[in-house]
């Protein structure tokens, strides 16, 4: 029986290549794990920052129907039409 144990020496090349891949998933994992971790203590923040958000578009758009509102009554299209000025007009 002839075993064929073929021995590989290392090269520098292959060594730093292997300490770089090494160190990239050594650093990779933490960062990985530690944005998961974060992404869950963010959704109280989110939260508030959406229904802070709603109210932002909830206000404008009452201001928005009000300044509509007041242009009609002006334009006469209202219910009951403002009088502007003092009353006072020469004629």
Request: proline share 2%; charged share 40%; no cysteine.
């Amino acid at each position: 029986m002839t075993e064929n144990n073929q021995h590989e020496q290392i090269t520098r090349r292959k060594a730093f290549s292997l300490f770089g891949l090494s160190a990239a998933f050594g650093l990779a994992l933490p960062v990985t794990l530690s944005a998961l971790s974060d992404s869950e203590a963010q959704t109280a923040g989110m939260e508030r920052r959406q229904d802070r958000r709603e109210g932002r578009h909830d206000r404008r758009e009452d201001r928005r129907d009000n300044r509509q509102d007041r242009r009609e009554t002006r334009r006469g299209g209202g219910s009951k039409p403002e009088t502007t000025g003092s009353g006072t007009d020469k004629k």
